[in-house]
């Protein structure tokens, strides 16, 4: 099992960036598929970000060319650059790690984009 704290998240004005920071209780690149959700008020927690146990990377349109996955093995840290963020990427995210079909969140970090 795995314990997860996310870190990072604030106010931002549109056209800022953030990185948002995991950190795990252990070993997970490479062990752990990891991934960034986020869940908008009234909306359904959906994928921004992910790196699969064989470092491949995935985004999803929304927010490709302006997130960043990337990881720390030494720190078991796993982080999610954001830039040029507008108001539809206010949400809470969530760190997630996956291993042979089992989920592990951390309780998430805020992001409010506003000016």
């Known amino acids: 099992q795995v314990q997860l704290v996310e870190s990072g998240g604030g106010l931002v004005q549109p056209g800022g960036s953030l990185r948002l920071s995991c950190l795990a209780s252990?070993?997970?690149?490479?062990?752990?598929?990891m991934a960034w959700y986020r869940q908008a008020p009234g909306k359904q927690r959906e994928l921004v970000a992910r790196?699969?146990?064989?470092?491949?990377?995935y985004y999803p349109d929304s927010v490709k060319g302006r997130f960043a996955i990337s990881g720390d093995s030494t720190k078991n840290e796993v982080y999610l650059k954001m830039i040029d963020l507008t108001v539809d990427d206010t949400a809470v995210y969530y760190c997630?790690?996956?291993?042979?079909?089992?989920?592990?969140w951390g309780q998430g970090t805020q992001v409010t984009v506003s000016s």
């Open positions: 997630n790690a996956n291993k042979m079909g089992t989920d592990y």
């Open positions: 252990t070993d997970i690149l490479g062990i752990y598929a």
């Open positions: 790196v699969g146990r064989d470092y491949i990377v």
